[in-house]
């Protein structure tokens, strides 16, 4: 053959195929702005399951404070051999609903060790070494001069920090009274143990141990290290009370917001509903304190900078429960709860509300933004009472975004119907929920595509993928989970003109008093780790962007084109084009990516998070999947990334 046709043909063939790899290129439109990203889109969902809040982010240390649960000392035990018969009672005062019972003590002669109580904690008491800790209590000394031993115990009984307390009133009223200790070793399971010396009759009440190192330092506030990981990924709401516990198995058992706000001591403890709600996972010790309440969940919001979004009951208890519902003639109450509540985030110190807020320490409003509306409700019960919601709310406050329930399901006749209805009432924001497996989140990632762009918004707001049941409790938290998750999100992303929020849940775990698994995070009474999953959440709200770009390959949105899943946003006042890829597949694949536009980039970093679908983290391995930085440069606007199996990429490039 002749060398100048063989050469023509060999080039060609380079040529075709050069020409081949660049129709496989992911494209980035780096000039073409799809639509806003709201600050909102990526946030967290807080709920009191799992003991999430007491014994969990809510600092206090004693179980059962004030003797309000069904049983009245559980969490207690009597030590010592001077307490006999009818020295030990627990009193009833009348007229007191918020908080009736108390503890009184005949204490005769005794030394220390003779009388004395103890406290287990939840699950224990979680102590470190050389940190202060603040014992308070209500008391009534009626007669006496009684003097309190305070002490820290490790599981031997051994003393591990110590302080005294002198009683120093004998009157008909209740006094406060702290003090403070410090812990000589780190323990996870220690006991609070009271001793009593001297003589008196003496009531006690609010019974406390509190940590010093509780988040920005606040005494009687929240355990730092949880919410320094909410603040780790600067979310742009939270979500709360929950979730079920704003339903109630039945209306009495329902959150109220106006009982959780004020003095600690006036907010009336009940049930929570998960105590009950799991044969297999019972939780007989879980009640709601409230001292997280509506204005620290406000304050934490405030702290994050994240909208405060709060959900209230629409007059119907959990519909799996009793289904109890309010008659329409009856619900004006449930509707005016909803307006006094935005009173007190946002009325002035001359309202009735705002003046409570103000008296709590906040004098300037919290600007709430969001309400929701009933939780996971379904039916046309439900859409009856949303009406009646939106009508009053609006009539008052039509700068207020409400947000109704599209039920439990994304797929359903029931959730078809609840989409219709609530678009039909021109709804500002529809909730959708969806625990499924991993592969539906994958088959998913385009679900938004064709929604109405015109229409209502959606809430995202309560996602996990969910292996199959042969694995439970942390074990569920995979990496399959993580990254099927983060395909979906990439498809949220995508249509962020659509999606305006979206949230993982549930948000945190005990590791011995979960009820619901897959967890965003992770807790025993000491340490801290952040899941897979949180991590995936993490890399996508810290890296929100302002505005969706266009993306492609061979024409297409990437929603599962030969195993990939992407998105890209820029953030305009950073000047970063940000690109997120999954690679869903067992196997590397090489990728070009081309910056098509005219912003020019030269330089960058990538985090990416790979591994085996079964790995997870835990308390020794907290990180074994984290997201890993590498610098990268960009050549003549393109790139080659050598995708690992099964990762997410997450590439930030400067531009100018």
Request: positive net charge.
């Amino acid at each position: 053959m002749n060398k100048r046709i063989l050469a023509a043909l060999l080039f060609s063939a380079i040529s075709l195929n050069a020409l081949s790899q660049q129709d496989k290129a992911i494209y980035i439109h780096t000039d073409q702005s799809i639509a806003p990203i709201q600050t909102t889109m990526w946030g967290v969902f807080f709920e009191d399951i799992n003991f999430g809040a007491d014994g969990g982010i809510y600092a206090e240390l004693v179980k059962n404070r004030s003797f309000e649960f069904a049983k009245p000392l559980m969490g207690w035990s009597i030590k010592g051999k001077k307490i006999k018969e009818g020295d030990l009672l627990i009193l009833n005062r009348q007229g007191s609903p918020s908080n009736p019972r108390f503890l009184r003590l005949n204490v005769q002669g005794a030394a220390k060790g003779d009388a004395g109580i103890s406290n287990e904690g939840f699950r224990g008491i979680g102590v470190k070494k050389d940190l202060r800790y603040d014992f308070s209590l209500m008391y009534r000394q009626h007669r006496g001069n009684v003097l309190l031993h305070v002490e820290l115990v490790d599981e031997k009984n051994a003393v591990i920090g110590s302080a005294q307390l002198k009683l120093g009133s004998v009157d008909a009223n209740w006094h406060q009274q702290e003090v403070s200790l410090v812990s000589t070793a780190t323990v996870e399971k220690a006991k609070l143990n009271i001793w009593f010396e001297g003589n008196g009759l003496v009531d006690f009440d609010m019974i406390s141990l509190f940590p010093s190192d509780t988040w920005k330092g606040r005494k009687g506030g929240l355990r730092g290290d949880m919410v320094q990981m909410l603040a780790d990924m600067k979310p742009g709401f939270i979500r709360f009370p929950g979730g079920c516990i704003v339903e109630g198995m039945d209306l009495a058992n329902r959150y109220q917001w106006k009982k959780t706000i004020g003095p600690i001591e006036n907010r009336q403890l009940i049930m929570n509903r998960w105590n009950v709600e799991f044969g297999h996972r019972p939780a007989p010790d879980y009640f709601q304190t409230f001292g997280l309440g509506f204005f620290e969940y406000f304050q934490l919001a405030e702290d994050l900078g994240a909208q405060a979004l709060p959900i209230l009951n629409c007059g119907i208890a959990c519909q799996y429960n009793t289904a109890e519902l309010v008659p329409l003639e009856d619900l004006g109450p449930y509707i005016q709860d909803a307006l006094d509540l935005i009173e007190f985030a946002n009325g002035d110190e001359n309202s009735k509300w705002g003046k409570m807020r103000a008296s709590m320490g906040h004098a300037k409003p919290f600007h709430l933004k969001y309400l929701g509306v009933g939780n996971e409700n379904w039916g046309p019960q439900y859409i009856e009472r949303a009406k009646l919601f939106q009508q009053k709310i609006k009539d008052k406050h039509p700068e207020i975004k409400l947000i109704f329930s599209s039920g439990t399901d994304p797929d359903s006749e029931r959730f078809h119907y609840l989409n219709n209805e609530l678009r039909a009432m021109k709804a500002d924001i529809i909730d959708e929920h969806y625990y499924r497996s991993p592969d539906w989140f994958l088959k998913n990632a385009s679900r938004y595509d064709s929604y109405d762009r015109k229409g209502a918004k959606v809430f995202a707001g309560e996602f996990a993928a969910h292996n199959h049941n042969k694995i439970t409790g942390s074990d569920k938290n995979t990496w399959q989970a993580a990254i099927a998750e983060a395909a979906f999100m990439t498809g949220l992303e995508r249509n962020a003109e659509v999606v305006n929020m979206a949230s993982y849940a549930p948000l945190f775990a005990h590791s011995e008093g979960w009820q619901w698994a897959p967890d965003l995070i992770w807790v025993n009474n000491l340490n801290v780790y952040g899941t897979p999953n949180y991590y995936v959440q993490k890399l996508f709200s810290t890296n929100r962007g302002t505005h969706v770009l266009g993306m492609t390959k061979e024409a297409k949105a990437i929603r599962g084109v030969d195993g990939l899943y992407a998105s890209s946003v820029i953030d305009t006042v950073k000047k970063e084009i940000i690109i997120k890829i999954v690679n869903t597949e067992k196997t590397a694949i090489n990728q070009t990516i081309v910056l098509d536009g005219k912003k020019k980039v030269s330089v960058g970093t990538i985090n990416t998070m790979a591994g085996d679908p079964e790995g997870k983290n835990s308390f020794e391995q907290a990180k074994n999947f984290s997201p890993k930085e590498q610098n990268i440069s960009v050549k003549k606007q393109q790139l080659v990334l050598n995708l690992s199996p099964n990762s997410l990429n997450v590439l930030k490039l400067k531009y100018r």
